[in-house]
């Protein structure tokens, strides 16, 4: 839900672009981790963040708060020039700490310790694209269901559904065999 | 495409708040902006595409109007011509 700060400076930049600034201000380093996250170069993560914000101006004038927050709209600006980005790419390293996958650790109950986490990192590395990047959403960027939702371009109880379908893909990908 | 996931205790070396500090440039933003909305110096004619689809305009309109003159002015047959003459 946005706060009536943003709803205000929203509305003042929707008036005059030139005023967009304190949005920028206040999410640019939010889109600047989400974008280093994925492409882990600083300076091309700068560049794209640049853009997200520039196109995300351009845009501003088509954007509708519907009680969503607003960086949950950038994220999505954002996840589009990673991908633009990644499109000639057959294969992108995702680094990741044990911190940012705790929470999905804990759900699928296990230990944070190398073999574990090997475990972990292969069976998502068996993900497809769009399941891999819901989960990427939810846990290493901590996005909530509104959010995901948002996103993603669908509601906050089918971003639950999806999530928990790919939960349990992962559970089964991670069954020893038999 | 694939992903892979190299997961670290650490991870990869995270910016801290003054770095990213660095790379925030609201007037470079606002001069892109500017830039993309502005409308084009260039005049119509010496962009190639839009003085094509300026030529194929004009080629119709010159068209239509032959068509409409041809229409206007009626057309003498032979045989009327002959009848006239005596």
Not at chain 1, 79 to 108: A, T
């Amino acid at each position: 839900m946005e706060n009536p700060d943003e709803l205000h400076q929203l509305r003042e930049a929707k008036a005059d672009p030139a005023r967009f600034a304190p949005l920028y201000e206040r999410y640019f380093a939010d889109i600047f981790r989400f974008v280093l996250r994925r492409v882990q170069h600083r300076e091309l993560t700068a560049d794209l963040t640049q853009q997200t914000f520039l196109k995300a101006m351009l845009a501003l004038a088509t954007y509708e708060p519907r009680g969503l927050p607003f960086r949950a709209w950038l994220y999505r600006i954002a996840l589009n020039e990673v991908r633009m980005h990644w499109r000639k790419r057959k294969e992108i390293l995702i680094d990741v700490s044990y911190r940012e996958v705790k929470g999905l650790s804990e759900e699928m109950g296990l230990d944070l310790d190398e073999t574990e986490m090997q475990r972990l990192g292969r069976a998502m590395a068996r993900l497809d694209d769009d399941r891999a990047r819901l989960i990427e959403l939810r846990y290493m960027d901590g996005l909530s269901f509104a959010e995901l939702g948002q996103v993603l371009g669908i509601g906050e109880d089918a971003a639950k559904m999806r999530t928990h379908r790919v939960l349990g893909q992962l559970r089964t990908y991670l069954a020893p065999r038999r | 495409m694939k992903r892979q996931y190299r997961i670290t205790p650490e991870g990869p070396e995270q910016p801290t708040e003054a770095e990213i500090a660095r790379y925030r440039d609201p007037q470079r933003l606002i001069y892109n902006y500017t830039r993309a909305v502005r409308r084009p110096r260039k005049p119509l004619y010496r962009d190639p595409k839009a003085f094509l689809l300026l030529l194929f305009i004009v080629l119709i309109a010159y068209l239509i109007s032959e068509e409409r003159q041809k229409q206007a002015v009626p057309t003498i047959t032979p045989t009327q011509q002959g009848t006239s003459d005596r």
